[in-house]
């Protein structure tokens, strides 16, 4: 079975900073991995997604997430936050894709507050 | 058309009423999802149609009632719920074959008194 460990469940920044959220799955076969973020009010929207290939994956709005198999990874990063990020993002694990009966794992979540 | 509309976007009812959520797309997707979210909780997976047939049933209480009456439209008919059931509901829809990524609605706010 598919599992998501979200380590922070609370991330503040300051405006302008670094940040990175951190994420650790388990699988027992290949997976496919991905970051969701929802404002506040609003449905999830896909950041982005690592499905093979190269391993530093980049997203919309300035985000990247590297996987990294040793370790069972996947972290997000953005080198310079703004306040529009704040929001909870969410890690997500699929272990196939091919058939109606896969289904999307999501982590717990974490709340990045970006403050001024 | 990139986007998944719900209707309504709140909701208020009784433990007795009847009411129904609708969740439409255009982007020709054959797999569709409705999923539950708690306060602070990710989303929790209740249903899943695949070419209109139900493919996953997440042991969902019979008083919710999924119902995809063609391609574009999936309904989740509500009856006799109970408060616990108050939350947001997801309707989201994906091409088959790409169960990771998927369009999310912006959600029903469900309020049960």
């Known amino acids: 079975a598919q599992s998501v460990t979200q380590l922070d469940s609370q991330v503040p920044v300051f405006e302008e900073a670094p940040v990175e959220l951190r994420c650790n799955y388990s699988?027992?076969?290949?997976?496919?991995l991905f970051w969701y973020v929802q404002y506040p009010n609003q449905g999830l929207q896909l950041l982005l997604k690592y499905l093979s290939g190269s391993t530093l994956v980049k997203g919309i709005n300035g985000f990247e997430a590297e996987f990294n198999k040793s370790q069972t990874s996947f972290h997000l990063r953005k080198p310079s936050v703004h306040i529009s990020d704040t929001a909870e993002y969410f890690c997500a694990v699929s272990e196939g894709s091919g058939g109606s009966n896969y289904k999307l794992t999501f982590g717990k979540g974490t709340l990045l507050t970006v403050n001024p | 058309d990139t986007e998944v509309t719900q209707t309504p976007k709140h909701l208020v009812m009784g433990m007795t009423n009847k009411k129904s959520l609708k969740c439409e797309q255009h982007?020709?997707?054959?797999?569709m999802y409705w999923y539950k979210q708690k306060a602070k909780k990710p989303p929790e997976l209740m249903f899943v149609y695949s070419y209109e047939k139900l493919s996953i049933n997440e042991s969902v209480p019979s008083r919710f009632s999924p119902e995809c009456p063609n391609s574009s439209l999936l309904n989740l008919h509500l009856h006799a719920l109970q408060p616990e059931d108050s939350a947001l509901y997801l309707c989201?829809?994906?091409?088959?074959?790409?169960?990771?990524?998927?369009?999310f609605g912006p959600g029903t706010r469900l309020t049960v008194l």
């Open positions: 989201a829809s994906t091409e088959r074959g790409r169960v990771g990524e998927q369009f």
């Open positions: 982007m020709g997707h054959r797999a």
């Open positions: 699988s027992s076969v290949s997976v496919y």
